[in-house]
């Protein structure tokens, strides 16, 4: 039985995870659950599943929940998710949201565990000093997100093949086709309504201004070590195509299926193997027939073009990059600035910022705080 302990159960990644474990529990045993503020819902997620330990955000929540789960370890803040990180698991999974997934990844592979990700800022802010640790310690770096899965799955087989390219698919958002006058005043509301997807609030944000795709740049960067130039984006609405590679002799191999992320939830829960599930299967009959592909506009939607440009320049501009992102999102969802104003943010904090190399572990965090005072 695979010993799974989960780092932000009680999103929506953690909450699909939970899914695929609810249906198979011979196989798979949580040992470790964290949220950040649904206690509630996690107080849930405690009873069914019975955790060796409990990560909150704040001591006040872990008193409350040690004193309602008696024969339960509970942990709060960084010092806690470092616990999770290092406890006794065969798998973890970390679908933290933003920076703060950095560390526990980190200190997660210092202790010799295999990793399933869905938290891409890992990469995107430490990419160069994740994968050196993943090579030292020999251990798996599973992407659970649909565009990497679907990449990694299609190089399943093909190890040591060249690569000629990666081709990422994008859903272009709830805001696809808008040209700028009609970004000046849309919503939070409309932003986070996104066509295909049900996600968190901030991933659903960063597909609206295409941002997200820019994350998934670098962070394929890192995982598949295949260079920025080498990775093409394209707009694919129906989201049945989730990624392709396309090899040194042209052959292209694409991975299809209809959204869901209970499908790379299960490969990285079940690697090397695949599990029987009855999710709804792809009809291409009717899913497939009306299947499309178009060129990302990148004069309207620049946050793109701006994580390459980060990636290009590499050191500390992708963790400011990241950083600033990650606060201007909140404060359009707190109806503080307007949706364009985060692309117009970001640039002007990268083109104000003077880069630093070869970065530790505190370098990487002291950088992202300097970062989101601005």
């Given at each position: 039985?695979?010993r ?37 819902e ?7 599943f ?33 616990a ?5 698991c ?39 000093l ?25 190089l ?8 000629k ?100 939830l ?91 190399y ?17």
């Amino acid at each position: 039985m695979k010993r799974i302990a989960i780092l932000g159960s009680t999103g929506s990644i953690g909450s699909q995870a939970l899914d695929i474990v609810r249906s198979n529990p011979e196989l798979f045993q949580i040992t470790v659950l964290s949220c950040a503020t649904r206690t509630d819902e996690l107080k849930s997620q405690i009873k069914e599943f019975s955790p060796e330990l409990v990560v909150v955000e704040k001591e006040t929540q872990a008193l409350h929940i040690a004193k309602e789960c008696p024969n339960i370890e509970v942990a709060f803040g960084e010092e806690g998710l470092k616990a999770a990180a290092v406890s006794d698991c065969d798998l973890l999974l970390n679908s933290l949201m933003g920076i703060r997934g950095l560390i526990p990844t980190y200190y997660a592979i210092e202790a010799g565990h295999n990793i399933a990700f869905a938290n891409k800022e890992t990469l995107v802010a430490g990419g160069e000093l994740i994968m050196k640790k993943v090579k030292e310690k020999g251990v798996d770096l599973l992407p659970v997100d649909s565009e990497h899965s679907a990449i990694f799955q299609c190089l399943m087989g093909n190890e040591g093949k060249k690569i000629k390219r990666l081709i990422l698919t994008a859903s272009g958002g709830p805001f696809r086709g808008y040209k700028l006058d009609m970004l000046k005043s849309v919503t939070p509301s409309q932003a986070l309504c996104h066509p295909k997807w049900k996600m968190g609030s901030k991933i659903t944000v960063d597909s609206a201004t295409m941002m997200n795709k820019g994350l998934e740049i670098i962070e394929a960067k890192w995982l598949f070590d295949v260079e920025e130039q080498n990775i093409e984006v394209v707009v694919h609405p129906q989201s049945i195509v989730h990624s392709m590679v396309e090899f040194s002799d042209t052959s292209v191999m694409a991975q299809m299926g209809l959204p869901d992320m209970r499908v790379p939830l299960s490969l990285a829960f079940s690697y090397p193997e695949r599990l029987d599930n009855d999710f709804p299967s792809l009809n291409l009959l009717e899913e497939g027939r009306n299947l499309t592909f178009e060129k990302p506009d990148n004069v309207t939607f620049r946050c793109m073009d701006l994580a390459r440009e980060a990636c290009r320049k590499g050191g500390s501009y992708p963790v400011v990059m990241n950083g600033v992102n990650e606060v201007l999102v909140q404060r359009f969802i707190d109806g503080k600035i307007k949706f364009l104003d985060i692309q117009e943010g970001i640039e002007q904090a990268m083109h104000r910022h003077d880069p630093v190399y070869n970065l530790s572990i505190d370098e990487i965090m002291e950088i992202d705080r300097e970062a989101r005072l601005i």
